[in-house]
């Protein structure tokens, strides 16, 4: 099974900056895709950003402009530089990875990291 362990996260004033990684781990051949969700109090998951093997990017457009994901496919880590942040990005920032082979051919399940606290002060 594959594992995803995060570092980063913290307390920072409104319009600071915090860097996020997750590094998967275990028997990988290649991850297809890896990205951020957040889920903030009394709120639903969302997706923050995801990135592709091939460097392909989405944001949501409330970090458009903002947050920059990227990925070190030798390393399988991704990272989230999160800039100019706001109260409202105040959550819980979860590691994803989707469409995992453990080998050229063979699929395994998509891996959730455990969730790092990111709170920005007003």
């Known amino acids: 099974q594959v594992q995803l362990v995060e570092s980063g996260g913290g307390l920072v004033e409104a319009g600071g900056s915090l860097g996020l990684s997750c590094a998967a781990s275990g028997s990988i051949f290649s991850i297809n895709v890896m990205g951020w969700y957040r889920q903030a109090p009394g709120k639903q998951r969302e997706l923050v950003a995801d990135?592709?093997?091939?460097?392909?990017?989405r944001y949501a457009d409330s970090v458009k402009g903002r947050f920059t994901i990227s990925r070190d496919n030798a390393k399988n880590t991704v990272y989230l530089q999160m800039n100019s942040l706001k109260p409202e990005d105040t959550a819980v920032y979860y590691c994803n990875a989707d469409g995992i082979r453990t080998t050229r051919t063979s699929v395994g399940p998509r891996s959730w990291g455990q969730g790092t606290q990111v709170t920005v002060s007003s």
């Open positions: 990135i592709t093997i091939d460097t392909y990017t």
